[in-house]
């Protein structure tokens, strides 16, 4: 009776919709398949000598059988195919704890069984390593010193950590939501993406690094906002540059007038003597030539430190590598340097600011080399988006690489101790770097300048 009610609603369901779903499908196709088999049998049964009553019970079992066949094979589709949409299902709502049981891998619906409960494992991992590095970025965004801020397309506040909080001196329930300008982060949110602003907030004033950067979320674009309090890491900078400063200046200072107090000191005695020694004009003469020496050595210093402290910012324009570098190779005539000719670059450089570094380097390199005699060496070559310029002396070498780039640090008798420092400060505003080191192939320096092609 079961199995007719199922085929009576199979029926039905034919009847009523215009197309039949996948189940009814399968089910009338099977009853197809047996067609031809149940109606030989029927007429073998209805056509052969057999009673009434065993005719129509054997058709009753026979049509039975015929359609408890086809539901039978309906069911075993159908149940496997709702297993797998359960599955995909659960996936679909995060939950990755159902697994199918019974798989093969000897059987095509085990290996599909299979691999969907290795998609829910991968997934479930997945969710758990993102849940984990969210909690360590919460905890991060938390700690650190640095007020970060998320604005939406709208420039509306979307997140903020507890040092923006801090910052803005309100919570974050009160904060989020809210517009950049009634925030007062309004100009942080215009022009260039990364500067150092002097800005005005309820929890702190002073000197801020501002940097912004955009990404997107559900496809919608935000904004990064980082502000990094810069007045106490300046105030310390600034400290310790005051100390260096002193501590230069105290010294030179102290080399110049001790010497001058001292011969002072002895001229004025020499005058008060009475009668004055017959030398006595010799001996003044010399005091004062003496004095007026370390006075213009001061004045070379202090005229030094000016140059270092007013260096101003190069006006780039294309400069041809070569001819620069040949132009300052010409200048030098105490010893021909060794120009080995790499490729035709160009560079954007301040003309006048690179020849002087490169003049600086060159000199060094000669000063190096007349000590024992060697030669020097310029070579160059394009690495990636840079430009490599080696200048090789055979000089005596480094003997101390840690006071090479302190302002008016000299190992030279004659030396200011400003050419290096210059030359690296150059460098650096070129946006490149310059650094010294000994030769491994043999004795000598090599000054190594890089910059952006």
């Known amino acids: 009776m079961d199995c007719i009610k199922l085929m009576a609603r199979e029926l039905r369901s034919a009847a009523t919709h215009r197309k039949p779903s996948f189940e009814s499908r399968v089910f009338w196709l099977t009853v197809l398949t047996g067609f031809p088999g149940s109606l030989t049998a029927l007429l073998l049964l209805w056509l052969g000598n057999y009673d009434s009553k065993t005719q129509w019970t054997g058709t009753f079992f026979l049509v039975l059988f015929w359609i408890g066949c086809a539901l039978t094979v309906r069911e075993k589709i159908r149940f496997p195919l709702q297993t797998l949409s359960n599955l995909l299902a659960a996936i679909r709502e995060g939950d990755y704890s159902i697994r199918a049981r019974r798989t093969r891998r000897d059987d095509a619906l085990g290996e599909v069984m299979i691999e969907l409960n290795a998609l829910g ?144 000191g002895s001229l004025e005695s020499l005058l008060a003597k009475e009668p004055p020694p017959e030398d006595w004009k010799e001996d003044m003469r010399g005091g004062l030539t003496v004095i007026a020496a370390r006075t213009e050595a001061l004045g070379r210093f202090m005229s030094a430190y000016s140059q270092l402290a007013r260096l101003p910012q190069p006006r780039l324009q294309p400069v041809d590598l070569k001819a620069s570098i040949q132009r300052v190779v010409d200048l030098e005539t105490r010893i021909p340097a060794v120009t080995l000719a790499g490729d035709f670059l160009t560079v954007r450089a301040d003309g006048d600011q690179f020849d002087q570094l490169l003049i600086n380097l060159l000199r060094n390199a000669v000063d190096a080399s007349l000590e024992t005699g060697g030669g020097v060496t310029v070579r160059w070559h394009k690495t990636g988006s840079h430009i490599e310029l080696h200048i090789e002396d055979e000089g005596p070498g480094l003997s101390n690489t840690t006071n090479l780039f302190v302002p008016f640090f000299t190992t030279k008798p004659q030396g200011s101790g400003i050419g290096l420092v210059l030359s690296r400060q150059i460098a650096e505003a070129h946006g490149g770097s310059l650094s010294l080191e000994n030769r491994v192939d043999c004795s000598g320096c090599v000054a190594k300048l890089r910059i952006p092609a």
Do not use: Y
């Not at 494992?121 to 640095?146: G, Q, Y």
């Not at 310390?236 to 030179?252: I, K, N, P």
């Open 121 to 264: 494992e991968s997934l479930r991992s997945r969710r758990l390593d993102a849940i984990e590095a969210t909690a360590l970025l919460s905890k991060v965004m938390a700690e650190i010193d640095v007020a970060v801020f998320t604005f939406d397309g709208e420039q509306r506040l979307r997140l903020v950590n507890r040092a923006g909080e801090r910052l803005l001196s309100q919570p974050s329930e009160r904060l989020l939501g809210r517009a950049a300008d009634e925030l007062g982060l309004s100009d942080c949110l215009q022009d260039e993406p990364a500067r150092t602003m002097q800005m005005t907030f309820p929890g702190g004033m002073g000197r801020w690094g501002m940097r912004r950067s955009t990404f997107r979320e559900h496809g919608i674009p935000h904004q990064l906002l980082v502000l990094t309090d810069l007045s106490r890491t300046l105030r310390e900078e600034e400290r310790q540059a005051w100390q260096r400063l002193l501590r230069v200046l105290g010294h030179e200072l102290n080399n110049s007038l001790a010497p001058i107090k001292s011969i002072a």
